[in-house]
């Protein structure tokens, strides 16, 4: 278990953490968080600190590639828990959301639609010993999601003061750069998914 794989264990575990901060009743077992307003805009501390793990995770998400990139420590096994921890970190979030109503249920079932078909690319390219690079356009869902992500957490602060939805814009940017990324990988590994068939 190297330092990358040690970092990806770690988002897993704050994945699991996160979901069932946002999920379990606490009322039941009287626990109650408490709440301020800021600038009339009321804050459950909750959401704060559920933000606050989702940051941490998503830096340990940064550093466990660059590590293992610029050190040669990629294994089959990080490669696999990477894509775990990924998912279940960003997916599960926006499945709650959308189950609590912040979000409308579009967005996750494009991107998870989205997830599930790139994914199936690559493993089929894997099979045939090709290897699929991450492309511009995946990059820049990713990095759109994460923000959006963030600022539903943090109540769309400071945007919400000037009544902007900037948080709403990212996750939709995102959705929709998610398609785009879907149609280019599999234009781009089209050939290697329907190989023709020599005479």
């Given at each position: ?5 040690k ?9 699991v ?20 307003v ?74 998870i ?14 099979a ?17 999601l994460?923000?959006?992500i963030v600022?539903m ?9 000037i009544?902007?939805?900037?948080d ?7 959705t ?19 190989p023709?068939?020599?005479?």
């Amino acid at each position: 278990m190297n330092l990358p794989n040690k970092l990806t264990v770690t988002r897993i575990i704050l994945s699991v953490v996160l979901i069932i901060l946002l999920l379990f009743p606490f009322y039941a077992i009287g626990i109650e968080f408490p709440s301020f307003v800021v600038s009339g805009i009321k804050i459950d501390l909750k959401n704060v600190i559920a933000g606050i793990i989702f940051i941490i995770a998503s830096i340990t998400d940064f550093f466990d590639g660059r590590i293992a990139r610029k050190y040669n420590l990629i294994t089959d096994t990080g490669k696999m828990l990477d894509a775990i921890a990924d998912k279940l970190l960003v997916n599960s979030v926006l499945i709650i959301f959308s189950a609590l109503g912040y979000i409308n249920a579009i967005i996750p079932v494009v991107i998870i639609t989205r997830d599930t078909v790139v994914n199936a690319i690559k493993m089929e390219a894997a099979a045939k010993g090709k290897v699929v690079a991450a492309i511009k356009s995946g990059k820049i869902k990713t990095a759109s999601l994460m923000v959006g992500i963030v600022l539903m957490f943090f109540y769309n602060l400071p945007f919400e003061l000037i009544n902007i939805r900037v948080d709403l814009f990212f996750l939709y940017f995102a959705t929709i750069m998610s398609l785009i990324s879907m149609v280019e990988y599999f234009t781009m590994n089209k050939k290697i998914i329907f190989p023709k068939k020599e005479d």
